[in-house]
């Protein structure tokens, strides 16, 4: 993988919360936009936008499906950087098949049938 590719992952995984532009991304690694999206999409197959989409996507479904923790959907939404909660409310669903509450609520019921799947 291109290491610039790699170096914008690695800052979108770790700053998942802020507000990522396209220009940002490619100032991260001193390239024009055109030129970092046409990069990144042909290294990962998708655009850097989807990308982000599906790595906040990701970490949301982590945070609904952690049971020690419960934090509302509109929490949950900012701290993976989604700041309207009815757009990440569409986005999981289009994504996962279910809202994030049915989601949550799936989950916990898989959870409290067998608690010891989270325990290794």
Same mark, same amino acid.
């Given at each position: 993988?291109d ?7 690695q800052?979108l995984?770790?700053?998942?919360g802020r507000?990522w532009?396209v220009?940002e991304m490619a100032?991260e690694?001193?390239?024009?936009a055109?030129h970092?999206?046409?990069?990144f $999409? ?7 936008k989807?990308?982000l ?5 990701e970490?949301?479904r ?6 020690n923790?419960f934090?509302l /959907?509109?929490? /949950? ?5 989604l700041l309207?909660a ?7 669903k =289009?994504?996962f098949?279910v809202?994030p509450s $049915?989601?949550r609520?799936q989950? =916990? $019921? ?8 989270g325990? $290794?």
């Amino acid at each position: 993988m291109d290491r610039r590719v790699f170096h914008v992952k690695q800052k979108l995984s770790q700053y998942l919360g802020r507000s990522w532009s396209v220009e940002e991304m490619a100032e991260e690694v001193g390239m024009s936009a055109s030129h970092f999206q046409h990069l990144f $999409k042909e290294e990962i197959g998708i655009t850097p936008k989807a990308y982000l989409q599906s790595l906040r996507l990701e970490k949301a479904r982590e945070l609904l499906a952690d049971s020690n923790r419960f934090l509302l /959907i509109k929490e /949950i939404a900012l701290q993976v950087g989604l700041l309207n909660a009815s757009h990440f409310t569409s986005a999981f669903k =289009a994504k996962f098949g279910v809202s994030p509450s $049915k989601f949550r609520d799936q989950h =916990a $019921k898989i959870h409290q049938s067998n608690p010891q799947d989270g325990q $290794k």
